[in-house]
């Protein structure tokens, strides 16, 4: 059954770093997602991402975020310079473009535990 | 905006007991509904969805109805496994974009 992947796992930075999460989404899918979950809140949109471009992207997305589809295939998140607060588990997913609607059926990968010290 | 509450965790039952977790919503617009659950060390994978008022999603013994009138989404399962222990998050979803709600413990004792 096809998944979204994800890596690293975990990774731990020391505040101030820069940070690249990598996901890789289903194939034939076309819209792409970050969310994000601090530990014991909720779990918050942060930035989809279609044709090339952000879509959408929530008041946590600021200038320290950016997202690129490099080559086609990955599909990146990156923190330019991490802070205590950005520890949390990121979550990709993707979805599908059925109809010219989007179905809201969204598929998730594991999730890359960061850790900011 | 949109919003999801759902009922605080976490919830402890034995194995064949009755399940519910409270879920509503607030949303401007005609959502689509969703159950999503998170196995340990998993990532959320779609437990089932209704797209309009009156419908039920059903999956694995799991059931939800979109409740219009309540604005609501209950999860129920009439007799769970103690491979039912999750985390099960209610979400919506209003022209493609996820809001959930805070997530629920389920354990599951044998």
């Known amino acids: 059954e096809p998944e979204v992947t994800q890596t690293p796992s975990h990774q731990v930075t020391q505040m101030g770093q820069e940070v690249i999460l990598r996901c890789v989404p289903i194939?034939?899918?076309?819209?792409f997602y970050w969310y994000r979950q601090i530990l014991g809140q909720k779990v918050e949109f942060l930035v989809s991402?279609?044709?090339?471009?952000?879509?959408?992207k929530s008041e946590i997305f600021d200038d320290q975020f950016s997202v690129e589809r490099p080559d086609g295939s990955n599909f990146t998140l990156k923190i330019r310079s991490t802070k205590l607060e950005d520890s949390a588990m990121y979550f990709c997913a993707s979805s599908e473009l059925a109809g010219g609607q989007i179905t809201g059926e969204l598929f998730f990968g594991e999730g890359s535990r960061l850790t900011v010290l | 905006g949109d919003s999801v509450t759902q009922m605080e965790g976490p919830v402890t039952l034995s194995e064949e007991a009755f399940l519910t977790i409270n879920c509503t919503y607030t949303a401007t617009g005609y959502p689509s509904l969703f159950w999503y659950v998170q196995y340990p060390g998993e990532g959320l994978q779609l437990l089932l969805k209704a797209t309009k008022a009156d419908d039920k999603g059903s999956n694995k013994g799991f059931e939800a109805t979109y409740r219009k009138e309540t604005t609501s989404f209950h999860l129920e399962k009439g007799s769970v496994q103690v491979s039912d222990s999750a985390v099960y998050f209610c979400a919506l979803s209003d022209a493609g974009q996820l809001t959930f709600g805070k997530g629920t413990l389920l354990t599951v004792n044998p």
């Open positions: 194939s034939n899918h076309l819209y």
């Open positions: 991402f279609y044709n090339n471009e952000i879509s959408e």
